[in-house]
């Protein structure tokens, strides 16, 4: 009974998400990828906004954003922004829930993410409804309503005033034999312009 309760959540939560994307489907979105990790603290100030061609770094390979890199993010609206960082990967997360776990096939990616408001307007957003992973084969996998034994969920309904932070888990459901390659992640559900981008 616990299981089918678990199903009934997530197939709400769905409509939900579908409704989240009815609405925001006129804005055209996801047409630039920020791959260029922010300089570090250590970093010499005023070099963010440059962007060296690829073919002048012949020494070494282009830098994007990795695990433990923070992207500088923007949302629809003028003063909405966020620094979102993927803190940690777990690959085959193990559930904290005895009574649910993946598909036969399938297998579960933990992706803790830490989101910063650096704008000027409260962000407010289900940020898991703007994350997806993509395998080495270009196939682009989406969130599941799970907990894992890693640590806390990130919420569903995250609300965040400016300067504040949240940090939480995010899971994805892949087939087992998917090597996973990049996770993305917008603001306002993944209908933003910007979409961020990190290699795994």
Same mark, same amino acid.
């Given at each position: 009974?616990?299981?089918?309760?678990?199903?009934? *959540?997530?197939?709400?939560?769905?409509?939900?998400?579908?409704?989240?994307?009815?609405?925001?489907?006129?804005?055209?979105?996801?047409?630039?990828?920020? =791959?260029? !990790?922010?300089?570090?603290?250590?970093?010499?100030?005023?070099?963010?906004?440059?962007? @060296?061609?690829?073919?002048?770094?012949?020494?070494?390979?282009? @830098?994007?954003?990795? %695990?433990? &890199?923070?992207?500088?993010?923007?949302?629809? @609206?003028?003063?909405?922004?966020?620094?979102?960082?993927?803190?940690?990967? %777990?690959?085959?997360?193990?559930?904290?829930?005895?009574?649910?776990?993946?598909?036969? #096939?399938?297998?579960?990616? #933990?992706?803790?993410?830490?989101?910063?408001? $650096?704008?000027?307007?409260?962000?407010? &957003?289900?940020?898991?409804?703007?994350?997806?992973?993509?395998?080495?084969?270009?196939?682009?996998?989406?969130? %599941?309503?799970?907990?894992? $034994?890693?640590?806390?969920?990130?919420?569903?309904?995250?609300?965040?005033? !400016?300067?504040?932070?949240? *940090?939480?888990?995010?899971?994805?459901?892949? !087939?087992?034999?998917?090597?996973?390659? $990049?996770?993305?992640?917008?603001? =306002?559900?993944?209908?933003?312009?910007?979409?961020?981008?990190?290699?795994?």
């Amino acid at each position: 009974m616990f299981h089918h309760t678990r199903i009934r *959540l997530a197939a709400t939560a769905a409509v939900a998400v579908a409704a989240i994307g009815l609405t925001a489907c006129g804005t055209g979105s996801g047409d630039e990828i920020v =791959d260029k !990790p922010k300089a570090k603290a250590s970093a010499t100030a005023g070099s963010g906004d440059e962007q @060296e061609p690829a073919a002048e770094q012949s020494s070494a390979a282009p @830098e994007v954003a990795k %695990v433990g &890199d923070t992207l500088a993010l923007k949302g629809m @609206e003028a003063g909405s922004e966020l620094d979102a960082t993927v803190v940690k990967v %777990v690959d085959n997360a193990k559930s904290s829930d005895e009574f649910f776990a993946p598909e036969d #096939g399938k297998r579960w990616i #933990g992706v803790q993410f830490q989101l910063v408001n $650096t704008g000027t307007k409260v962000y407010s &957003d289900a940020p898991a409804n703007g994350a997806k992973i993509a395998d080495d084969q270009g196939q682009q996998f989406g969130t %599941v309503l799970a907990d894992i $034994t890693a640590g806390p969920s990130m919420s569903t309904d995250v609300r965040l005033k !400016p300067g504040a932070k949240t *940090l939480g888990w995010v899971v994805f459901e892949v !087939p087992k034999a998917s090597k996973a390659a $990049t996770v993305t992640f917008g603001m =306002d559900s993944g209908f933003a312009e910007q979409i961020g981008e990190w290699k795994l």
